[in-house]
């Protein structure tokens, strides 16, 4: 079972990232601007990404990607799980350091993500359909927007890119 899980987390969860994020956008923030960029497709995105496939899509990559994540994390966690006291002090602390940063890093990047993949996914998705269903006016379109580009550089929940 371990061995399964070796595979599973430190090769098939990394390959899955790697194509991923072949076709994941960054750097789109102050040109054009987020909700601008990602409210649709964009083909032959020249924003680090090949391609980028609108909305959904950016809500379907972080719902893909955010377990992912965990399934590395849990796998780095299995590099360090065997060393313990007969490895020496300077190796057992090492290792803690190591456990400690793995899972603070996996349940912000969890979170994070969440925030900025999977909620702002969702919420671009549900803002169009407001907004093709008439239910939101072009002022109140652009204070939607408004609040989500802000939200997006927000210095705690936000993306530099």
Known sequence: MKQL???LC???APAVLIVLELFHPAGFTNSPGMYQFLSHAEPH???SALDYFGPHWWFMLHMI??????LVAVGLWLMVDGIGRDNGTAALVAARLARTAILV???YFTVLDGIG???LGRTILVVQELVARGKLSPSQLDGVVLLLNTMWVDPVVGSPC
């Open 5 to 7: 899980l070796w595979w």
């Open 10 to 12: 430190l090769f098939v």
């Open 45 to 47: 995105a020249h924003h």
């Open 65 to 70: 990607q955010t377990p992912m994540v965990a």
């Open 105 to 107: 890093f996996a349940v």
């Open 117 to 119: 993949g999977i909620g």
